[in-house]
């Protein structure tokens, strides 16, 4: 929801990379559309990151204005991701893209509705210039009609409680948010904490790629400064602008407050900066289809950066800050028809002081369900031959990191398209306070002959019977694995969580020995 001056009132937690970037696509419509020119019933879509204020192109909003006895008074808007949306392979998110002329469709703000009425002819333009236009009409019209009802519902209420009280109201929760990120910063210390993490590589297999941030704390100012952070990157790795500012706001809302309400006043009451032209911070035309790789990566160095001014029990080891993707597409004979396939596999969440780190999850801004394997099957012409947590993949410490995930998939039809858009293959989520790190993501493309370690970000074409083995990277450990409480161990290694070797070279021999006897 947000109000005629584009700023946001109020949003949903459970996609913060999606929802976090809806302000500056209502922010484009208002530089595209003055006021006067925006009539009741009308809908906007957009999705372009330097156009529109996206994420990247898959990421279409609907925005709609909210009029109220003749008046318009707020807009609503939502944000879905198209399955595909162009460009040169399917799931439009390859990690190699050039620039974002590659990358699929590209929507500045266009009315799509008007009067109440959706415009066939530009859905329709917008469908066929993707794989999947049959699903593309009914996802658009799917997101014009929830944003009609959440417009009635936001007139509901102005007719309830008046439209002077709703504004007060408005500018009161705004006002609010930003008082209590402002007390949260004032009750640290002030100083200067920095932190560093690496992205594997740019999409084009280069060096890693650091993401630096120094959290400035002074009374209750907090400044995120990303100098020293790698340059723009030459694939699809490139964070946008709106990517950038809904990262750096679950993060505060994460850090300093999860009942702070998600709206303006939290983004504004910290300072960014980001130097122009790096890779969170990109110039035109720059790729930008794997920003989640980006994003996650960058929360985890705020929360790093962040981390050390917080007290004890509030610190946490690292997570699997890596949103590893497959998309895998082709024809499904059964049905006569392509499919496109994409999911982002979660991994272990990092350890607190209090417990062990949670397991197979999302983290930070890319919060995707998993698709059953069921539905998989049913939906698709792929076998998933295992779905588990993987052993050994968690960070030793006194609390011990989550576990990764085990996907193995096979086609069962020739010429299955497979793109992965990965990272965390070379940089685990490091420990804290003497804990140790997680394991590190490992993806495989399997064959009769055998398997082969894949690129974090590739496309091939799967035979049938070909496969992939996707095994996501475990969370960091908190605390010396020394202080790990003995009948933790044990019912790690009851539980399958730990094997006897990795134990024994955590833990250490002899205590193994004498806590489980009988093995080596």
Sequence with gaps: VFDLRGRLVAQADHMPIHIGSLLWGVRAVLERYPL???????????????LAGGTHLPDISVITPVFVAGGLRYFIGNIAHHADVGGPVPGSVSGASPTIFSEGIRLPPIRIARAGVPDDDLINLIAQNT????????????????????????????????????DGAVNAIIDHAAACVRAAVAALPDGIWRATRYLDDDGTGSDPVPLCVAAHIVGDRLTLDFSGTGPQARGAVNLSASSLEATVGYCIKALLGPGIPANSGLIDAVAIKA?????????????????????????????????????MARRMAASNDS?????????NPERGATYVYPESTGGGGGAFLDRDGADAIHVHTVNSTNLPVEVLETEYPLLCTRYALVPDSGGAGARRGGLGIARDIRALVDGTSL????????????GVLGGMPGS???????TPEGETELAPKCTLTLAAGEGVIIETLGGGGFGAPADRADADIVADLLDGRVTRAAAIRDYGHDRIAKLAPGGD
């Design 323 to 331: 949103t590893s993707l497959v998309v895998l597409a082709g024809r």
């Design 440 to 446: 590190m993501t490992r993806i495989r493309h399997v």
């Design 419 to 430: 793109t992965v858009r990965s990272d965390g293959h070379l940089f685990p989520a490091p």
């Design 131 to 166: 794989r999947e236009p049959t699903e593309r009409v009914l996802d658009l019209h799917n997101q014009i009609g929830a944003n009609a009802r959440g417009a009635a519902l936001i007139a509901a209420v102005v007719r309830d409680h008046g439209a002077d009280a709703l």
């Design 275 to 311: 130097p122009a032209g790096s890779v969170v911070n990109p110039n035109p035309p720059g790729a930008v289809a794997a920003r989640a790789v980006t994003s996650n990566r960058l929360a985890g160095a705020i929360f790093d950066a962040i981390g050390q001014a917080l007290p």
């Design 36 to 50: 006067p020119r925006i009539a009741e019933g009308d809908a906007f879509v957009m999705n372009d990151p330097y």
